[in-house]
Nanobody, 124 residues
Framework: QVQLTESGGGLVQAGGSLSLSCAASGGSFRRNAMGWFRQAPGKEREFVAAINLIGKTFYADSVKGRFTIARDNAKNTASLQMSSLIPEDTAVYYC??????????????????WGQGTQVTVSS
């Protein structure tokens, strides 16, 4: 059974930094793409960043230059380093993995397994 567990969320002031981690269990994920999505209150879930099986990264325009996604295949983990945070980054952040192709996607329906989410709150 594949399980993803996010950690590292919390409250931070605008301009600050926060690092999220996603621990994967239930298999080897080196051939999977890993993604981060977020959902703010009253809004639809949106793509944040993804990293594919060869380490190519993708970012939403809204976070490009501020967020960095990475993976550690030996530890089955993915991370999202967030800096220069703004109140609009406030959301529940979800980690997801895509097992079929490993190429990565900005579309949430192409991901197969999801974590429970971790809250990130940025105060102004």
């Amino acid at each position: 059974q594949v399980q993803l567990t996010e950690s590292g969320g919390g409250l931070v002031q605008a301009g600050g930094s926060l690092s999220l981690s996603c621990a994967a269990s239930g298999g080897s994920f080196r051939r999977n793409a890993m993604g981060w999505f977020r959902q703010a209150p009253g809004k639809e879930r949106e793509f944040v960043a993804a990293i594919n099986l060869i380490g190519k990264t993708f970012y939403a325009d809204s976070v490009k230059g501020r967020f960095t996604i990475a993976r550690d295949n030996a530890k089955n983990t993915a991370s999202l380093q967030m800096s220069s945070l703004i109140p609009e980054d406030t959301a529940v952040y979800y980690c997801a993995t895509e097992v079929d192709s490993g190429v990565g996607s900005i579309y949430d329906h192409e991901y197969d397994y999801w974590g429970q989410g971790t809250q990130v709150t940025v105060s102004s």
